[in-house]
């Protein structure tokens, strides 16, 4: 089972600040997803990244993937209360299970 | 659009008690998963089905069972509820195994 770790757990910032938030494990993964979680609401899928080294841009969001496809990125540029929720990268395991890692949950103050 | 549909939304079960988690999906998906969230934490993977009439065991099986009689529906079942089983349970489906969508989620409570 390969164990995701995300950092850091909570993350509290002001409207207009930029932040990141990461994912590593010690096992690499074949791909890997960032998935946005709202209150009473499931996982959404954000992006999935499948090359090392890769990065994907949505809107004023950046995924970046790690050369040895070991870790992860989330960078969000001037933040908004919009983006706040709970961020969860997944990793593709064996049998073709998503492994989820426990969260970073983001709060955007106005 | 319907997609990925869980119910009940919310239920309280008495420690002992038994129930059946619903899940239907119409987008012809043939995997399916059910995960449990506990508050503050990621998913954790109960159980998932490739197919029709395939079950698998995930990271957290013990006390639920599932079956897949359809492509369709995937229903979890809860044999003698425990207070450990209160969470927040998630139905999803894949056509392929790396992009998942997921339920609204049902809330379950054990007293």
């Known amino acids: 089972t390969q164990l995701l770790e995300q950092s850091p757990q909570f993350l509290s910032i002001q409207e207009g600040e930029n932040l990141t938030v990461y994912c590593n494990s010690s096992s690499v993964f074949s791909s890997l997803q960032w998935y946005r979680q709202e209150p009473g609401e499931g996982p959404v899928l954000l992006v999935t990244?499948?090359?090392?080294?890769e990065v994907k841009k949505l809107k004023r969001l950046t995924f970046q993937f790690g050369d040895a496809r070991k870790d992860s990125s989330l960078h969000i540029t001037a933040a908004q209360p919009g983006d706040t929720g709970l961020y969860l990268c997944?990793?593709?395991?064996?049998?073709?299970?998503?492994?989820f890692g426990s969260g970073t949950q983001l709060t955007v103050l106005p | 659009n319907a997609g990925v549909t869980q119910t009940p939304k919310f239920r309280i079960l008495k420690i002992g008690q038994s129930m059946t988690l619903q899940c239907t999906q119409d987008?012809?998906?043939?995997?399916m998963y059910w995960y449990r969230q506990d508050p503050g934490m990621g998913l954790k993977l109960i159980y998932y089905?490739?197919?029709?009439?395939?079950?698998d065991k995930g990271e957290v099986p013990n006390g639920y069972n599932v079956s897949r009689s359809t492509t369709e529906d995937f229903p979890l079942r809860l044999e003698l509820a425990a207070p450990s089983q209160t969470s927040v349970y998630f139905c999803?489906?894949?056509?392929?195994?790396?992009?998942?969508?997921f339920g609204e989620g049902s809330w379950l409570t054990v007293v």
């Open positions: 987008m012809n998906h043939n995997y």
């Open positions: 990244v499948v090359t090392g080294g």
């Open positions: 999803a489906s894949s056509r392929q195994a790396n992009t998942i969508y």
């Open positions: 997944a990793a593709s395991g064996s049998a073709r299970q998503l492994t």
């Open positions: 089905s490739v197919g029709a009439g395939i079950t």
